[in-house]
């Protein structure tokens, strides 16, 4: 990492080491599996940021992890649900029992930036959480597995897989991820993704500009249309979008335009709703320049994440049981297929910081972060508490019990 870089990434800084003298000696024992399997777990982070593979092309990262699984103990299934780079490894000897909860793990990186969103350390952390349970499970009765979720960059992995039903088996899934705060969730927008098209008629925009019909003209109405709805929409939403395609030549009245566009909401109704706005922003720009129109939409389309507050104050607790000292909520929201499959059952995201707040993610100096002292550190710490977290719901019938009455809670 350069010198520029190392500015921003404080290594290690603001976590206690020091574990509270007050954790169960069960939770304990997890903490010591982890750190026996740290060495295993930083092998797991580098080869994964070494070899970058892009949504649904992670052929190596998925070999590698079912492999490493493999020769410890589990058994592992590629090609889960029908996805080619989506694996399920769960140990041989506790192969289907209920209760189960699940680990994610993703791997998919950004083109350009390699692992510049910390799915390394996503991965390697709950393989250490699946490996560490997995080897304090006396007097449990139920199991655990680890997920392979692939293309959570824009190809919906987890919702491919969750329709295959791969999680039909499963009770609860958790995961985290490396960020700028260290949270135990967060909301999530859901997002509409969808190309928009325009029709015109070409014409020599100087000898015959009134035999034309300008698709330009009918973008530039539409992209206006919705700048003016952005001001109208609650702070909880977003709208945002680039013109792909504005023509061809000056001289030429443009007869095909392009672009595409984000619509994102904190529910699903809001989101919804506010796409119905945004397709009339559509309409209005057509009928005002004669043009014709098409609207696209993308697949796959996210949904906001269901939040489960008893499964996310359990992993609060384990997280300030580490020395982590959690953080204020700042706003800021992404989308994630995590979103979607918190309506197939109870899920959390929780997060840990490996930068700085003002270090913007899918960037280099992140991916470059994920390798740091502090990107290692939060590694351990990811996959203790993710640990501590299953064994708190495989151990505790109350707890699975609110979990469960939470997640059958009305939107």
Known sequence: MSKSNLIHVKSGAGINRKEESGMSPD????????EALAGDLYKVSEFLYNNPEIGYQEFKACEFLC???????????RGTGGVQTAFLARPATRLKRRPCVAFLAEYDALPGVGHGCGHNLIAAASVGASLALSRCMDGLTGTLALVGTPAEEGGGGKILLAEARVFSEMDAAMMCHP???????????GRVKFKAEFFGQ?????????RGINALDAMVAAYNNISMLRQ???PDARIHGIITHGGDAPNIIPQYTAGLFYVRAATRKYRDEIYQKVEKCMEAAAVATGAGYKIEIGQPTFDPIKRNPPLEAAARANMEALGISLDPDDGRRGSSDIGNLSFFLPAIHPSVAIVDPEV???????AEATMSPRGKDALLKAAKFLAMTGYDFL??????EKVKEAFNQKE
């Open 27 to 34: 939770k304990k024992r997890l903490c010591a599996e982890v």
């Open 67 to 77: 492999r490493f699984m493999e020769e410890r103990g589990f058994k592992s299934e």
């Open 179 to 189: 960020g700028r705060l260290n949270r135990p969730g967060e909301e999530m927008f």
């Open 202 to 210: 070409a014409a020599h925009a100087s000898v015959s500009p009134d």
């Open 232 to 234: 109208q929409i609650r």
């Open 360 to 366: 913007p993610g899918h960037s280099q100096v992140f």
């Open 395 to 400: 151990a505790s019938a109350e707890l699975r």
